[in-house]
């Protein structure tokens, strides 16, 4: 299911102060949470082509190099404004990072780096796809890690397909608060698989 499209709300300009010469700089509202910095609905399923456009229109408006001719507050605004775009742009492009930020802005942390509590048989699967992990890197079995990869994959993208029924069609945050946790664990399993990948490549072309 995609987020509806719609257009990014247009920056105010602010007037320079000082100099002859009527200068402005584009300005965004700090005030908008992320979704609406970019003009889209808060939801899971986001449309990845609106959101690159209006991520681009926004950096073009903001971007530092448009205001170097710009006073001193100017820039440091220009500044500010490009780093808070990346950063919601970085936010709502992955899915973890924005499944998390939708969880913040209704008020449930799934980020709490003191709770570590996950389902047992949740945990005990990924403790078995390590140990494959490392036994497939163990024998240099560049064809097994691929294979765990794509298992990996899949069961992302069926997390994914949970959260996004909790939150988009059923609203329920606090529900959704153990799967999105399960979401970020499978990344960092996703980390290391890659990681054990670049290992067996790096040792493979040494021997050549």
Known sequence: MEARRSLPPRAPRL????????????MIDFSCNH?????LAPRFAVDAAALDAAWRARQSDVHPDRHAGGD?????????????????????????ARAEYLLALHGVDATRESDTALPFDFLERQLERRERADDAAAARDSGAL?????????????LEAEVATLLDER????????????????????????ELEGRLDDATIEER
């Open 15 to 26: 007037p320079a102060t000082g100099g002859t010469a009527a200068r402005f700089v584009a």
């Open 35 to 39: 979704f609406e910095l970019f003009g």
């Open 72 to 96: 001193a507050a100017q820039k440091r605004l220009a500044l500010q404004a490009s780093a808070r775009v990346n950063e919601a742009y970085r936010t709502v492009r992955d899915p973890v």
């Open 146 to 158: 691929a294979a765990l990869r794509d298992e990996l994959q899949r069961d992302a993208a069926a």
């Open 171 to 194: 609203g329920a945050y606090a529900e959704a608060r153990t799967p999105v946790r399960e979401l970020r664990f499978l990344a960092k399993v996703g980390e290391d698989l890659r």
